[in-house]
């Protein structure tokens, strides 16, 4: 402690220049701070500060060790602010951006609202990539592994993609056994929005074998609406496996293909790196990680 205190008083000594300030904010006596400073320079074996009548001016020496001082008081008040309010309830205005992928994410983000109803939640469901520090979100959920640097991330959970259709589609037009006979068949393609690309089916095939031919019999953005098509027996879809899960066990779709399917896929929250995190946004990112594969 007596270390920090001699860093407060250079902090405060090299910034108003003057030990007579520097006494008035820390509510010491000039000579106190003069004294502290003296000790840290005999201490460190470096002049930190050129004194005069006048006024002080910092060494090279003293220019370096301020920028380290000032991330070391910020690193304690950091940690003291974060220390006091531990125990208190979380509460405020929390921006997170989450996929189009309702079924998955409302069951958890209801459950959340119920627990912490002093959090408010503004949120934004899109499937593009946002820049989570430059449009202020405090966290987002995307599939993938990060490349920001400027963030921290944290795994919530794997999924798989699977092909499915309804039974009655696989009655009239029957199943498909090799990924090449997929081009007889409709096949209800997810388009990014942000790019306007189809999701590729992750089907596998050798180095001498191209891509098999789909016939899209429909194009759409969101994954819900291609559920219920295919629920509707209009066609086959490539559906991640939390969404279809309970369709196939109720017997409304059924997998095809399943030997050629090879994925895997993962979520991630991302926040921005910070020396402090809020009570709102770590009990938010703790409860989804908890939940939101749960089951």
Not at 87 to 97: M, Q, T, Y
Not at 110 to 124: A, G, K, N, R
Request: glycine share 6%; with cysteine.
């Amino acid at each position: 402690m007596d270390a920090l205190s001699g860093i407060d008083y250079f902090v405060q000594a090299a910034e108003t220049r003057s030990f007579s300030e520097a006494g008035r904010n820390l509510g010491v006596s000039s000579s106190a701070v003069g004294k502290s400073v003296a000790r840290l320079e005999a201490r460190l074996g470096v002049r930190l500060l050129h004194r005069s009548t006048r006024s002080i001016t910092l060494t090279a020496e003293g220019r370096l060790f301020l920028e380290r001082c000032r991330r070391i008081l910020c690193e304690v008040e950091a940690a003291e602010l974060e220390l006091s309010e531990i125990h208190k309830e979380p509460k405020g205005k929390l921006h997170v951006s989450l996929p189009l992928v309702g079924s998955l994410v409302m069951p958890v983000l209801t459950s959340f609202m119920h627990q912490y109803p002093l959090i408010e939640l503004d949120v934004d469901f899109s499937d593009r990539m946002v820049d989570v520090v430059e449009e202020g979100f405090d966290a987002v959920i995307r599939t993938g592994e990060p490349t920001d640097s400027r963030l921290m991330s944290r795994s919530l959970g794997t999924y798989r993609l699977l092909l499915v259709a309804s039974p009655d589609y696989i009655s009239k037009y029957g199943k498909p056994k090799t990924p090449a006979e997929l081009i007889d068949h409709a096949c209800l393609q997810h388009k990014f929005p942000s790019t306007g690309k189809y999701e590729a089916w992750p089907l596998i095939r050798t180095d001498t074998e191209s891509e098999p031919m789909i016939h899209a019999a429909m194009v759409c953005n969101t994954s819900e609406a291609l559920l219920a098509v295919a629920i509707s027996g209009l066609g086959i879809a490539c559906l991640p496996d939390f969404m279809v899960r309970e369709s196939i066990n109720r017997g409304e779709l059924t997998t095809l293909l399943d030997d050629y399917i090879e994925h895997q896929g993962a979520f991630r929250m991302l926040w921005p790196t910070s020396k402090y995190m809020a009570p709102k946004l770590r009990v938010f990112i703790d409860f989804m990680a908890e939940e939101l594969f749960k089951y």
